[in-house]
Antibody, heavy 123, light 107 residues
Framework: QLQLQESGPGLVEPSETLSLTCTVSGASISDSSYYWGWTRQAPGKGLEWIGSSPYYGGAFHNPSLNSRVTISVDTSKNQFSLKLNSVTAADTAVYYCARQHCGGGGCFHFDYWGRGILVTVSS | EIVMTQSPDTLSVSPGERATLSCRAS??????LGWYQQKPGQAPRLLIYGASTRATGIPARFSGSGSGTEFTLTISSLQSEDFAVYYCQQYKNWPLTFGGGTKVEVK
């Protein structure tokens, strides 16, 4: 059974870098049929896609985040990571990692999600 | 960026009744649309992909329809566990975008 688990600090100071890791178990992250993505949800708000990456790199990011996002994949650890720099209070949210189906030149829905991790930006 | 608009914001339905949720895209998606269910404190759960294909383990009372710019999620007979927030998501183009959600509440 595929499982994803987010980990990282729950509190980040303004202007610093938010760093999260998603550990994948039950499947190999080195499967070209999937991308690995991050989505967030501010308190009481809807879902916002952050970015997705294949295991070999070349991530797509949400342009609304003004190039503050880096997504990387570590195949040796079966993990992928999110870095969001220059954070503000507006980045306070639950961050979810998820697996995204890809194929035939396109990428599609997210079928497995982690449980999410709340990250608060505050001094 | 493709803008996704869901309606209504809130839908009040009695258990056993039918619920119909709408999702509109600002440009044609063909059938590149998914529906997710989210309960308080939980991650989203994939219900429907390809506009009309139920994900693994999803009960038959959930059905999706539509193509192009207009899509519908129908829950044929609401069960107690179906009261939740539902989101549509397009994956026709990057960036991926979600609708604002429809909350299905007990009438």
């Amino acid at each position: 059974q595929l499982q994803l688990q987010e980990s990282g600090p729950g509190l980040v100071e303004p202007s610093e870098t938010l760093s999260l890791t998603c550990t994948v178990s039950g499947a190999s992250i080195s499967d070209s049929s999937y991308y690995w993505g991050w989505t967030r949800q501010a308190p009481g708000k809807g879902l916002e896609w952050i970015g997705s990456s294949p295991y070999y790199g070349g991530a797509f990011h949400n342009p609304s985040l003004n190039s503050r996002v880096t997504i990387s994949v570590d195949t040796s650890k079966n993990q992928f990571s999110l870095k969001l720099n220059s954070v503000t209070a507006a980045d306070t949210a639950v961050y979810y990692c998820a697996r995204q189906h890809c194929g035939g030149g396109g990428c599609f829905h997210f079928d497995y999600w982690g449980r999410g991790i709340l990250v608060t930006v505050s001094s | 960026e493709i803008v996704m608009t869901q309606s209504p914001d809130t839908l009040s339905v009695s258990p056993g009744e039918r619920a119909t949720l709408s999702c509109r895209a600002s440009q044609s998606l063909n059938n590149n649309l998914g529906w997710y269910q989210q309960k308080p404190g939980q991650a989203p759960r994939l219900l429907i992909y390809g506009a009309s294909t139920r994900a693994t383990g999803i009960p038959a009372r959930f059905s999706g329809s539509g193509s192009g710019t207009e899509f519908t999620l129908t829950i044929s007979s609401l069960q107690s566990e179906d009261f939740a927030v539902y989101y549509c998501q397009q994956y026709k183009n990057w960036p991926l975008t979600f609708g604002g959600g429809t909350k299905v509440e007990v009438k």
